[in-house]
């Protein structure tokens, strides 16, 4: 664990540090990912810094109730970049305050990036997309990332004080049988036994899914993987996933981002989004 | 929002879905006046359902002292205080409510009006227990209703015929379900927004934060599915609940235990009718308490409520008397009851007899000296 500490604290200087004596290119108009490069899920790697990044506008998510009614994050900073097979996205917005601890009424900071499933000339809608024209959507969150980076599996993690009187599951009877003993966690634990993994033992922080309008979203085969990482202002997120198919120097696609603060109690549908955005490939230089 | 009729509030309301009741309908009774909040209730369903991580918090059966008890805190003076004149118009035969429910009073952006409790509103689920409603003054004297009172509300999922869990939840990962109207969350697909934690305004949902997902009281579906009343139910030290099958008003049937109590007698009244989802768990309001207290909670029909299940004892209401003894007697759900003579009778859902009461409980005096033991009886256990 100190030496998990030890690497974060390290992570978020180097990442203040490069943030700071930046003199980076913007792209204003479209998502550059640049190809030819060797893909790295490290928020503060130096190769970031001499990609172009494209400062995305979020706007309110009000189309569907329910609806953020007051703006928060104004801005997502996003650099990406592609080895031919995979492409990642670095995502950077201001966010005062890390929440990854979830609970009642406790929200996570989290982020996602929303493709088209395929390049066509009719877009599907920016916000989740629609009937038959699906979107995936790859999903961080802060608190994957705290289990992932070490979180213990246990009520303590969450609320240190926190006594039990007893599980179930722990009764001394079943300690010599691990199976019958794992059988008898699940029974108390729905959610789970039905692979709705969406906290406790998980080995990424990101998440794959499929969309086809506000409310349709879906688990898909877990193809993302990535890393975030607390900034003195804010985040700083990777999150790699295939290339999407068809796309080249000479085609580009679309892309669209969303950004949850938990502080703000930002959940669901409550959250700062951007519409389509071109992304684009470009070999280095030009 | 659709246009449904929720008899409950006597006219139409809107709602998110358009109306949809199940072939049956899970319904309960409660006899407040005789809950002990002795918890066991409560026990009965911790132990059942919620000892899993992350449910350690989790009370899908509380029991609160009302006026002062809240678990979570404040869950109905908060809603009561944003939801502006609950007013019920008593003019015609049926009273019909004039006020706004939480569906119709749903600010811009919203699915309903709704708040969601800190997680500390959790941390004291007994605040408030036996505390009375004013102090006892040198001189005072018992009268009816108590000028200084409490009473015990034991509390679990109403399985609302329009649930505001269900309205309020983007994804639509709670369902009702149409063979028994029991209203739970997909474990598989509830990715956990709380939605419907703010949605519910008797506060009945509750977050998991181990396993991500909203958590409810089930109604003991396994249980019910057998024929089998909840564990909260069968564990009532009180035996003060009834679990069965409620018909809309119009389909009231009298030999259907439940709609006797609700729609014919009009005994048992839903918590809270003004929030417009007409709850199924109906309560025979505390007969010692002012009014003025419980007809906010229990709607316009308290007083009558109150004088009918008086007079089911002092004045020899015999049916009535007969079906409140058939609380607590079996684990049978009773869908069907008769009473000949001085035997109550409870039939299950298969039409079987479920079990058999007396009208009175044979009373034995037994002298305090016993000349066949010789010996003298104290008066202690
Ligand atoms: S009481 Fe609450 S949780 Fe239960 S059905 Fe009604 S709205 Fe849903
Ligand atoms: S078990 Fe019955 S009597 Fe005891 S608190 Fe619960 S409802 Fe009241």
């Not at chain 1, 953020?68 to 994050?73: D, G, I, N, R």
């Not at chain 1, 709705?196 to 969309?211: F, H």
């Not at chain 2, 709850?279 to 906010?296: D, G, K, L, M």
């Amino acid at each position: 664990m100190k030496t998990l500490f030890k690497l974060t604290v390290v992570c978020m200087i180097a990442v203040a540090v490069l943030a700071a004596c930046r003199s980076r290119t913007i792209s204003p108009s479209e998502v550059v990912a640049v190809t030819g490069q060797t893909i790295t899920d490290d928020p503060a790697a130096g190769v970031w810094w001499g990609l172009p990044y494209h400062p995305a506008k979020l706007i309110l998510q009000d189309l569907v109730e329910p609806r953020l009614m007051e703006p928060s994050t104004q801005e997502v900073e996003v650099t990406a970049m592609t080895d031919g097979k995979t492409v990642a996205f670095r995502l950077e917005w201001i966010d005062d305050s890390q929440d990854d601890l979830p609970g009642p009424q406790k929200f996570i900071d989290g982020c996602a990036v929303q493709l088209p499933q395929k390049m066509e000339t009719n877009v599907p809608a920016p916000q989740m997309g629609e009937d038959a024209k699906t979107v995936e959507i790859a999903y961080w969150r802060a608190d994957w990332q705290a289990i992932v980076d070490g979180r213990v599996d246990e009520i303590t993690s969450l609320y240190p004080n926190a006594s039990v009187d007893h599980y179930p599951f722990r009764a001394e009877s079943l300690k010599k049988d691990p199976k019958a003993q794992g059988e008898m966690e699940q029974r108390y634990a729905p959610a789970r036994r039905l692979g709705n993994s969406r906290s406790g033992p998980r080995k990424q922080p990101v998440e794959d899914m499929l969309a086809e309008g506000p409310g349709t979203l879906t688990r898909t085969n877990a193809v993302s993987r990535g890393r975030g990482v607390k900034t003195p202002k804010g985040w700083a997120v990777v999150i790699i996933r295939p290339l999407p198919e068809g796309i080249s120097v000479q085609k580009g696609t679309n892309i669209a981002f969303a950004v949850w603060q938990g502080a703000r109690r930002e959940t669901g549908a409550r959250k700062m989004r951007t519409g389509w955005i071109p992304l684009i490939l470009k070999e280095p230089g030009k | 929002m659709a246009r449904v009729n929720n008899w409950q509030l006597g006219r139409e309301m809107s709602y998110w879905y358009p109306e949809s009741r199940p072939d049956k309908q899970f319904a309960a009774v409660f006899d407040i006046n005789k809950c002990i909040a002795c918890q066991t209730c409560t026990l009965a369903c911790k132990t059942t359902w919620t000892s899993g991580k992350g449910q350690e918090y989790m009370l899908w059966n509380n029991v609160e002292t009302k006026p002062y008890g809240f678990y979570p805190l404040g869950w109905d003076l908060k809603l009561l205080e944003m939801l502006d004149g609950q007013k019920w118009d008593q003019s015609g035969e049926k009273p019909v409510y004039g006020g706004s429910t939480i569906f119709e009073s749903a600010p811009a952006g919203e699915r309903v009006l709704g708040w969601r409790p800190e997680e500390e509103d959790y941390a004291y689920p007994n605040v408030g227990e036996d505390d009375c409603a004013g102090q006892i003054d040198g001189g005072t004297s018992f009268q009816m209703p108590h000028m200084a009172w409490f009473y015990y509300l034991a509390r679990i999922c109403n399985h609302c015929t329009y649930p505001a869990c269900l309205a309020a939840c983007p994804r639509g990962s709670i369902y009702k379900r149409p063979e028994d109207g029991i209203v739970l969350v997909d474990q598989g697909r509830c990715r956990g927004y709380q939605e419907c934690v703010r949605g519910c305004p008797y506060k009945k949902v509750f977050f998991n934060p181990m396993s991500g997902t909203s958590e409810k009281c089930i109604a003991c579906y396994p249980k019910m599915e057998q024929g089998l009343q909840p564990q909260c139910f069968v564990n009532c030290i009180g035996k003060i609940r009834m679990a069965g099958w409620i018909s809309k008003p119009e389909e009231a049937r009298e030999d259907n235990p439940i709609d006797y109590l609700v729609h014919v007698r009009k005994i048992a009244l839903p918590l809270f009718p003004q929030f417009g989802l007409e709850p199924n768990v109906y309560y025979i309001p505390p007969i010692h308490v002012p009014t003025s207290f419980t007809r906010q909670m229990f709607g316009p029909g308290v007083d009558d409520a109150i004088a009918a299940y008086k007079k089911a004892m002092s004045e020899g209401d015999d049916d009535l008397a007969g079906l409140l003894g058939l609380f607590g007697s079996t684990e049978e759900v009773m869908s069907r009851w008769t009473r000949n003579g001085e035997t109550i009778t409870g039939f299950n859902d298969k039409g079987e007899e479920a079990v058999r009461v007396p009208l009175r409980e044979p009373v034995n005096i037994r002298p305090a000296y016993d000349k066949l033991y010789q010996i003298t009886r104290v008066n202690c256990p």
